[in-house]
Each structure stands twice: as structure tokens, then as C-alpha cells.
């Protein structure tokens, strides 16, 4: 695999591991308690590292592989870090044909990431999703709820500017 993995390093601290393991303790005798608990735990850090996935596991005698199972199974869990300013790339049908993925591949080479990554410097995340509703503007980019739309490639450099 020659894809670049993010730069971002994970980071813990004391408070956010006991706010953890207090959140694991509260809930872990309870039915279906996992997803509360991962939840949980993306809202402390964000994300759903390995580190935090073994907290996890530690915690509760959870096997790691079943959390890291879950993790990867649901959409609304990351196990990469997410930007200051996130990006989602519509790739719907409307989007697409109408260029989308050379707006995508754009943001890509400007940004020095892959979908699903987070610049080093935790500034921009990239995403793509399916349809954002916008389909009369395609192709169209969300940032942090902010839509762009009727885009080419060289737009790219200009709206990134703005952040």
C-alpha cells in the first residue's frame, strides 16, 4: 500500500483517560453497552484510535477485535482524526457526472491527503459522501456545513485559501 498515512500523532490526557474509564465503569455491566461506550469515547477524543480502542478493551475484557469490529462496521465511528475544517465531497450521481472526482483528486493534491485522512497539521480532514442535497449546484464540497457548489478543479485553491 504506497497510501501516505496521517501525520497526526495521538494524544491523551490524564482527564480525558479517567473521563474514559469512569464512562466505561458506569456503563460496562449494562446490555449492549459497547456502542454507548465507544460513543463515549469518540466524543472524549474525537476519533477511535487503536490506543483507545485497547483502553476499551482493557476496561471491559472486550476482545479488541470485536471493538475494532464495531468500529469499522459503523459509519458514525472515525478511527482517523478529523480537521479543523472538514471536507465532504459529494459523489453522488448529479456530482459525479458532473465532475466531482476531479474536484476530489484536487483537494487530494493540494491538500497532500487521501479520503478519509487528516492533514498533519489536524487543519482539514477529507471525506466523500453519496448525496448533501445540493444537486442542482453539482459538483459540490461541504466544509464544516458550508456548501460550495458548481465547481471545477481550480476553485479548489481559492476556497481553501479562505481557511
Do not use: H
Amino acid at each position: 500500500m504506497d497510501q501516505k498515512k496521517t501525520a497526526v500523532r495521538f494524544s491523551s490526557t490524564p482527564e480525558q483517560e479517567a473521563e474514559l474509564k469512569a464512562a466505561i465503569a458506569e456503563l460496562k455491566d449494562q446490555p449492549g453497552a459497547l456502542m454507548p461506550i465507544m460513543q463515549k469515547a469518540q466524543d472524549i477524543y474525537g476519533y477511535l484510535p487503536v490506543e483507545v480502542q485497547t483502553m476499551i478493551s482493557d476496561e471491559t475484557g472486550i476482545p479488541l477485535e470485536k471493538i475494532y469490529g464495531v468500529a469499522t462496521f459503523y459509519a458514525q465511528f472515525a478511527l482517523e482524526p478529523k480537521g479543523k475544517y472538514q471536507i465532504s465531497v459529494c459523489l453522488g450521481t448529479a456530482c459525479y457526472v458532473k465532475g466531482a472526482q476531479l474536484v476530489l483528486d484536487e483537494l487530494e493534491k493540494q491538500l497532500g491527503i487521501k479520503t478519509g485522512q487528516c492533514t498533519p497539521d489536524g487543519k482539514f480532514s477529507l471525506d466523500a459522501c453519496r448525496c448533501i442535497g445540493a444537486c442542482g449546484l453539482a459538483p459540490v464540497i461541504m466544509i464544516n456545513g458550508e456548501v460550495y457548489g458548481r465547481l471545477v478543479p481550480a476553485d479548489i485553491a481559492g476556497i481553501l485559501s479562505k481557511y
